[in-house]
C-alpha cells in the first residue's frame, strides 16, 4: 500500500535503491494522450491558432516533470517513440510544438495568436477526473498556455460524459487517451483520418491529402518506400494541428533478478507466453 501511495518517479528511485534485489525495466507503451480541437468550433477552425497552442506547450520539460509525479515520460509523435517508423528526436524537434527552444515557440505562438486576432484567448479544457495521468497532464497544458496569455478553465468530468462530450463535437479544446494492443502504425494513425473516413476522429476534421497518403502507406510492402510515407504522414498529423500528441505512457515492470528470459514489450496485451521464462536458483 505504502509503495503504491508515492509516484511513479519515487517508485522508480526506490526500485533502483534496490537495483541488486531488483531488475527494472522501461519501455515507452502504445498509449498516449493527445490534445484534441473541435475543427467546427470557432475559432478552433482557424489553424493558426491550434497550431499556437500545440508550440506554447514544452513537451521536453513537461516529460521531465511529469514522469516524476505521474505515468506518462516519452516525447513522441503519433507512432510509438523508438519504433522502427517512429520519427527521430531530431527529426522531432524540427516540427511546430516539439522544438527544444520553448521561449521562442512561445514568441511564435504570441505572434501567431495576434495575427488570428485572438490573443486574449479563454476556453474550457475538457478531461478526465481520473488522478493519473490526466489531472497532472491538464494541469500542465493549462500551465504552459498561462504563458502565453491564454486563460482556461479546467473542466474534468466523469469517463462516460467526457468521452460522449468529445465524440459529440460538444466541445472546443480536449485531452484523451489513445492506446493501442500493439506498435502497428496502422490503427495508431487512424484517429487522424478525416471524419468521414474514420470513427476514431474526435476533431471532425477533413485532410483528404493525409488520407491519401494513409492508404499509399497500408499499401506498400517496400520498406523503404514505408518508412518514407509514414514520416510524411506523422509530419503532415503534427504540421495540421487537428490532434495532436502531447506525451505517452511509460510503463515499469519490476522483477526478482532470478527470473530469466523475460523481456518487456510496449504492450501489457502482448509477451503473455511464458514457455520460454524460468527462474534461475
Not at 491550434?50 to 516519452?74: F, Q, Y
Not at 462516460?160 to 466541445?171: C, D, F, L, R, V
Not at 470513427?199 to 497518403?213: S, Y
Not at 505512457?249 to 504492450?267: C, D, E, F, L, N
Amino acid at each position: 500500500a505504502e509503495f503504491r501511495s508515492i509516484s511513479p518517479g519515487e517508485r522508480v528511485q526506490l526500485l533502483n535503491s534496490l537495483k541488486d534485489r531488483i531488475v527494472v525495466q522501461e519501455s515507452p507503451w502504445v498509449c498516449k494522450i493527445d490534445l484534441l480541437f473541435n475543427t467546427e468550433a470557432k475559432p478552433f477552425d482557424d489553424h493558426r491558432i491550434r497550431l499556437a497552442l500545440s508550440m506554447a506547450v514544452d513537451r521536453w520539460g513537461g516529460s521531465e516533470g511529469l514522469s516524476k509525479a505521474t505515468i506518462v515520460k516519452p516525447v513522441g509523435g503519433p507512432l510509438l517513440p523508438t519504433s522502427p517508423l517512429a520519427l527521430k528526436p531530431e527529426d522531432l524537434a524540427a516540427l511546430p510544438g516539439f522544438g527544444r527552444d520553448p521561449e521562442k515557440a512561445r514568441a511564435e505562438a504570441k505572434r501567431l495568436l495576434a495575427e488570428a486576432g485572438a490573443s486574449d484567448l479563454k476556453f474550457k479544457l475538457v478531461n478526465r477526473n481520473v488522478s493519473h495521468p490526466f489531472t497532472p497532464v491538464g494541469v500542465f497544458l493549462i500551465d504552459q498556455w498561462r504563458r502565453i496569455g491564454i486563460a482556461v478553465e479546467h473542466l474534468q468530468l466523469d469517463v462516460s460524459p467526457q468521452k460522449i462530450t468529445i465524440a459529440n463535437g460538444e466541445y472546443q479544446v480536449a485531452i484523451d487517451a489513445f492506446c493501442a494492443d500493439s506498435d502497428d502504425p496502422k490503427p495508431l494513425l487512424l484517429p487522424y483520418l478525416s471524419k468521414e473516413r474514420s470513427p476514431r476522429n474526435m476533431t471532425r476534421n477533413k485532410n483528404p491529402e493525409l488520407d491519401a497518403v494513409y492508404d499509399r502507406f497500408n499499401s506498400a510492402t517496400d520498406p523503404v518506400q514505408r518508412a518514407a510515407l509514414a514520416s510524411e504522414i506523422q509530419r503532415m498529423i503534427i504540421s495540421a494541428a487537428n490532434s495532436i500528441p502531447v506525451i505517452w505512457y511509460s510503463r515499469i515492470v519490476a522483477h526478482v533478478p532470478q527470473m530469466k528470459g523475460w523481456k518487456i514489450t510496449p504492450t501489457h496485451f502482448g509477451n503473455q507466453d511464458l514457455a520460454d521464462v524460468w527462474l534461475d536458483q
